[in-house]
Every structure is written in C-alpha cells, then in structure tokens.
C-alpha cells in the first residue's frame, strides 16, 4: 500500500525528546507524554532512534540486547504502550535496526571471545603480523583505526564505528538468522518497519589492504558490495510477511548505488537515505568545511529528483548540525526556518521532519570540549590533538561539525531545562531555550511550528505535493524553483537562499508564502518562499 508515499515521518532521538522521571534521560514514558504534538503536527509515523539495551558508548547504537528496552528509556511494557498508543492516534512506529555491527556487551560478542564457543565466528577476528601489525590498513568512521586486539582470544576484531561497536561476520549464516529473529520479534510487536542503520556496509568481500585514502581506506572492501543485497534480499523475505517498510541509511551511495538497493523490483529496501546534499559543504569528509553554496546544493537535490523515482527527504538528523544556521541564516531565522520547510515538503519523497526543526532549534552554543558527549567529537579531537592541532582550532573543526548540535534537549517550554527535565539533563539544554520553544509558538499563527503544521496539512490535502512529477526550472547562486505536476495540476515552488531579495518570472495564484502578502509579483523578499498555482 506504500504508506510511506503519501505520509511525513517524525525522527526522535530518544535520549533527548522528553524526561518523565527526572533523572536528566528522555524516555518512552516521555515520548508517550508527547504523542498529541505529534499527532497535531500531522505525522504518519516515528522513526525512534534505538531503545534497546546497550551500554551507550554511541547513544544506543551499541546494542547489548536487540530483544531488551534499555532500562534508562523504560521497560519492554512501556514500548508496547508506545505503540499502541502511537496506532491509537494514527500514528507508526519504525524501530532502529542497528545491526551491521553490536556492543561489544552483547553476549554474542563476550562468547565470541572462545574460539571454541558457537559464537566464535559472529564477528571478524584476524590476527596482526608478527611484528605486532594491525590485520590490515583500514581505518574507521570515527577518526581512529579499526581494529582492537582482544587479549583473551589474541585477535584483532574489526570495528567501523567505535572500539565497543564490534561489526558482525556476516560470512556466518547464524548471524542472518538471529537478524531474521530480531525482525520477527518487533515486527509481531506491531511496528511498521525499520530504519536501517549504515545498512550498505554489511558485506565485507576480504580483508585486504585498501587504497590509501586521507579518510576511509578500506571502504571499497565493503561499501555497497553485492553480498550486502544477497543478505537485504534475504531479509525482505521476513519483512515481506509483515509488509513493513525499510529505509536504508546509506553511506556514499550515487543515484545508481542507491537504485539498486532500493529499485522496486530488487526487493530490497524501499527507501534510502543518501548524503550527497550533506555534502555540499564539505571536502570528502564532513570535518573539512567549505563555504555553502546554494546552487551546489540545488543542483544536488535536484540529480537526486530527477535519477531516484523516490527520496528520503531530510536536512536534519541526530548525525548532522542543524539546518537553520547551516543553509538559512541566523539573523534570518524564523524566514529561513520556513522557508527549508517549505523545501523539505514540496519535494518528491517521503519527507523526514527531525526533533525540534519543526521549532527552528538551533546549534549547540558550547564553548568547550568537556560539554559535549558525543564518541566520534571526543575521538576527532583526539586524533587531531595528535596531530599538534592548536586547541582553538581544534574547537572549531569540532564545534561547527559535532553532532551534539543536533541532539540537546528539546525545547518545550522557557521554564527550567526547556521543560525537557526536572533533573540535569544529559546534555546541555541551549540557553535560547527561552526564546525558542514550543509553548511560545503554538497560540502564534505565524510561528515556525505553525507554518510546519499548515504545509504538512497541505501536503495531505494535495496529492500533487505527495505524488506530483517533479521538474526543475531553475537552480542559480540565489533563487531554487521547481515544479510538481500531476495530471493537471501544477504546482510551482520559488525560493530564494539569500539575505537579498530577487525578482523573478514566476507567476501563478499564490497558495503560501513565508511572508505575509497577497498575490504575487515575482518580487522575492530576502529568504522568502513561495509556492504557486496555476490556473486555479
Ligand atoms: C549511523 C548512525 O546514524 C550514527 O548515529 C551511528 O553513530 C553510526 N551509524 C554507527 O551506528
């Protein structure tokens, strides 16, 4: 029925949505509290980040127990309230399915340490040389290398992420089966499917050297390789039974990679997430900045409309900074807000609204390493401390980059801690938490939680927005237009990136602008979107 075409997905970060109980954690009881935001806002679904047991070296994606709720969330009783209560109001659940690597706590990985356990080959373990040599030349997406020698069973055990986040063998058929279980168990829970955490890395094809690189060497042995479409082709089968949906995050992926993870007819996922438009501004990797240039970006959007039937539409995520100081302008904020939110819900695709975007929340404003949590942050800094890198500089590539600016807590209120806790939050609340909250922009028609609220309707009104064609008019150094089509409706998007206004040659009866006015002139306001109608 593909839901998912016609419906907005809600990204929750679970640690930081809402506390119930005062101990500083967001929890399911927390995320239960506040499901009628959700239902106001006009989601079809939550992608909830991992809930599981885990030992939080990576904020959950470390499982210790893929079938155990993490006790600081709340039990497995309260997950299945979530859910029910999340149908009652129309809403689905996607669960992260984190399993191209584990915790190193997960009692797979404990009893893999014993050669002689059935457990020995769940992970890959290779010995180093003899002159105390790594396996190989591969380093990982953390900044360090990733290999550990694990002393009790005198290998190495490779790990792409952090040290405690040991990456599966799946050369093992027993480890595809225990994912098949893993599926079963949350999908006979009742949720609607899965988000699918670096889901193109799972093959790994050998343990050769790879070609040296500043970043990443290594990734050619196991990025996007046949054997991962065997394994997502497998799991589809489980998936199938339940009709649920999957959304592949999928690193380094072009329109033809992602084509064939996601293409109808493969049978493997449905969807991916990709992150070439991540990468506007950025060199190759994301801690080397380069000035945003609108017109790189649109061009970007605009190859993935037209190569992928479908997107996963986001500009926000646990992973990445937020989008208003990154693509809008701070001194813009509430115009620029409105205006990626126009863009992210008139584009073709399913469109992913992350926590606190619907407010305009903004970075982080830390001013030092020992405030932020996050494991790739602090190795980062480490490697480049290494390096001799002077502490200041080191704060800004860390700071500007680091994905604790999307995770502090959310803002519901001005009361104490943004009323995300009554304890100490895990993370630092932002202090403009008294400016920018919920509670003061719900009675606000003109706020950016309003605007969010009326183009999600409008979305759901018209199929044209949801289904339409989409084509591109125009992308410059300033102005992004485009057009959805279907049947004979039209539909005409203007947008202009910039603290200058534009004029442009656009016409058609105005249905929305972020500014208030009446009709349209082709005068653009500075961050001023509008989107047009014809011949209505
Ligand atoms: C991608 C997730 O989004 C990120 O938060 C996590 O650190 C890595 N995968 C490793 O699981």
Known sequence: MEWWKDEIIYQIYPRSFQDSNGDGIGDIPGIISRLDHLQELGVGAIWLGPVYRSPNADNGYDISDYMDINPEYGTMADMEELIAEAKARGIRILMDLVINHTSTDHHWFRRSRDKNSPYADYYIW????????????????????????????????????????????????????????ILRFWLD?????????????????????????????GLEHYCSLEGTHEILRELRKVLDEYGAYTVGETVFVTPETARDLCAPERKELDAVFSFEHM???????????????????????????????????????????????????????????????????????????????????????????????????????????????????????????SRDNARTPFQWDAGPNGGFTTGRPWL???????????????????????????????????????????????????????????????????????????????TGSLVRSNYPREGFDGALRPWEGVLLEDGR
């Open 126 to 181: 290779a010995k180093g040389d003899d002159r105390g040599h790594l396996p190989n030349n591969w380093t990982g997406f953390f900044g360090e290398d990733c290999w550990e020698y694990d002393p009790e069973r005198c290998e190495y055990y490779l790990h792409l992420f952090a040290k405690s986040q040991a990456d599966l063998n799946y050369r093992n058929p027993a480890v595809l089966e225990e994912v098949k279980d």
């Open 189 to 217: 829970k009742g949720v609607a499917g899965f988000r699918c955490d670096v889901i193109n890395l799972l093959w790994k094809d050998s343990l050769d050297n790879g070609k040296r690189k500043l970043a990443l060497t």
């Open 279 to 401: 990468e506007c501004d950025q060199y190759f990797i994301k801690w080397f900045k380069r000035k945003f240039r609108p017109k790189v970006f649109f061009d970007c959007l605009v190859k993935w409309q037209r190569e992928l039937d479908w997107n996963s539409l986001y500009l926000e995520n646990h992973d990445q900074p937020r989008s208003i100081p990154r693509f809008g302008s701070r001194e813009h904020w509430k115009e620029s807000g409105k205006l990626l939110a126009l863009l992210l819900l008139t584009l073709r695709g399913t469109p992913f609204i992350y926590q606190g975007q619907e407010i305009g929340m903004l970075d982080f404003d830390f001013t030092r390493m020992r405030q932020l949590n996050d494991v790739e942050s602090k190795n980062v800094d480490r490697v480049l401390r290494r390096f001799h890198i002077p502490r200041k500089l080191r704060w800004k590539i860390v700071s500007r980059t």
């Open 428 to 506: 630092g609340v932002n202090h403009n938490c008294a400016e920018i909250n919920l509670a003061s922009q719900e009675d606000d028609p003109d706020s950016i939680w309003s605007w969010y609220k009326d183009l999600c309707a409008l979305r759901k009104e018209r199929e044209v927005l949801r289904r339409g064609d989409f084509e591109a008019l125009e992308t410059g150094d300033q102005v992004f237009a485009y057009r959805r089509a279907l049947g004979e409706e039209r539909m005409t998007v203007v947008l202009n990136f910039s603290d200058r206004p534009a004029q442009v040659g656009y």
